[in-house]
């Protein structure tokens, strides 16, 4: 019913910038809120940004002043080697035939930051 689709992952070198996009289709009667998480090999999967419907955000100590996240997109600045994980976009979302809301994740886009 509901599809969350990243896209803008790729290779680039420490210092540059990327910028993902989550797409999200289907019956959808809102978002309260959206969501970046990565995962690296080995590791846990951990929070990026977040953002709210009224547009409050947050965001993990390691990316504060390098990534802004909109409803749209996830502006990655200058990139280091240890951003490179997989990035998954996840959001709350209640559908149109319910009052339920539930949490939805892509199938994630792989970031690979070069040194």
């Known amino acids: 019913q509901v599809q969350l689709v990243e896209s803008g992952g790729g290779l680039v070198q420490a210092g540059g910038s990327l910028r993902l996009s989550c797409a999200a289709s289907?019956?959808?009667?809102?978002?309260?809120?959206m969501g970046w998480y990565r995962q690296a090999p080995g590791k846990q999967r951990e929070l990026v940004a977040t953002i709210t419907s009224s547009g409050s955000t947050n965001y993990a100590d390691s990316v504060k002043g390098r990534f802004t996240m909109n409803t749209m997109y996830l502006q990655m600045n200058s990139l280091k080697p240890e951003d490179t994980a997989v990035y998954y976009c996840?959001?709350?979302?209640?559908?149109?035939?319910?009052?339920?809301?539930?949490?939805?994740w892509g199938q994630g886009t792989q970031v690979t930051v070069s040194s």
């Open positions: 996840n959001a709350f979302i209640t559908l149109l035939s319910g009052s339920h809301e539930y949490s939805y």
């Open positions: 289907g019956s959808i009667f809102s978002i309260r809120v």
